[in-house]
């Protein structure tokens, strides 16, 4: 299984890798290849294989559209198909719900994020692999600065990085795919509500999230916002960081912040497309930004690291604590830089909190 939003390259990818391999590939966005799939699982799983072109490998892109995908892909699996079979999904939503229990033990998931920022420098005209990262912060700040506001302002998706009509793409990204795959989960009947809500959580990026605040805002119970910002998450538009704490009398335990994958949506949602580096957001915009970037690559690498904020009681805060194994590390984003993090964390927990400043060489 691949997952990842909409437009961020699973189909490209794929495409790419398995070029000149015998492929068969099917879009269940597309009612005739739907029906095509359905009319296969109601033969034997040998002759459903020969009716779509016995491939070596099969693709089925948009799996979670139908939800007997799972079921269908199951029994080939057990009748020991020699096709391998790849399923693409744009949410979690159905595809890990419908189709992950009848495929337990049977897959593999790969989540493909917005590109990372290390991948977009990579592709410049002036990078070159026998650079050191000294060498590249010492010959090409200027350029650097200024692909890093671009990334901060106008996100990561591939498409948007390579078009010269970035504003324009994201704003019918938000509207056209974004919020199609969020409405088409049949969960939610009132579009503006969603548009209010991600409103909402884009203007308190880097912000403890009270549900119930949001709640009385938009007009709608508790229960509710809870299901929609799963939602949002499980269609990877936003990600939530847990409080993490071993002292519950000293620590706040069981409060969550909100991030959104992709800044460029974030800033399409609230139509704010300056690249000025003294907006007033641009503390938030890089808490989002830095704490995104590390989510992406943990995710890229199987999630192994489990990813936190801290605050205290006492109002002693760390914005990202990265829990590995036994190993625990700070981390405090300051934009123009600033002084050592909270001493009480470090304290505690017997570690430095790092400042990660708006020029660092750990995204290169």
Do not use: C
């Amino acid at each position: 299984m691949v997952l990842g939003a909409r437009q961020v390259g699973k189909t490209t990818l794929v495409k790419h890798v398995l070029e000149g391999k015998n492929i068969f590939f099917l879009n269940l966005d597309i009612e005739v290849e739907k029906q095509r799939l359905l009319a296969a699982s109601n033969l034997s799983p040998k002759e459903a294989i020969l009716s779509l072109g016995a491939p070596s490998i099969l693709i089925i892109d948009e799996a979670q559209r139908l939800s007997e995908t799972g079921r269908i892909i199951k029994g080939w699996y057990d009748a020991e198909v020699a096709t391998k079979i790849i399923l693409l999904g744009s949410s979690s939503l159905n595809l890990l719900d419908q189709s992950a229990e009848s495929l337990t033990g049977r897959n593999l998931k790969l989540f493909l994020t917005p590109l990372l920022f290390e991948e977009i420098i990579s592709t410049q005209s002036w990078y070159s692999i026998i650079f050191s990262k000294e060498q590249i912060e010492k010959d090409f700040q200027p350029q650097i600065k200024t692909l890093l506001m671009q990334t901060m302002v106008f996100g990561n998706y591939p498409e948007v990085v390579t078009s010269p009509n970035k504003t324009e793409l994201l704003t019918n990204l938000v509207s056209d795919y974004l919020l199609k795959d969020i409405l088409q989960s049949g969960l939610l009947k009132n579009p503006d509500l969603i548009r209010r809500l991600l409103m909402l959580l884009a203007h308190q990026v880097g912000s403890e999230v009270s549900v119930n605040e949001l709640a009385v805002n938009l007009g709608i119970s508790r229960v509710t916002i809870e299901s929609y910002l799963d939602l949002l998450e499980r269609t990877f538009v936003i990600f939530r960081l847990p409080a993490f704490s071993t002292n519950a009398r000293k620590e706040i335990a069981k409060s969550k912040k909100i991030y959104f994958w992709d800044l460029g949506i974030r800033n399409a949602i609230l139509n704010e497309f300056s690249i000025n580096p003294l907006r007033s957001d641009i503390g938030k915009l890089w808490e989002n930004w830095v704490i995104a970037e590390i989510a992406k690559k943990n995710l890229q690498e199987g999630g192994t690291k489990s990813l936190y904020f801290w605050r205290s009681r006492g109002g002693g805060e760390v914005d990202l604590v990265i829990k590995d194994g036994e190993k625990i590390a700070g981390y405090e984003m300051k934009w123009s830089g600033g002084k050592a993090g909270s001493r009480v964390f470090s304290e505690l927990y017997k570690t430095p909190v790092n400042i990660i400043e708006s020029f660092h060489p750990l995204f290169f």
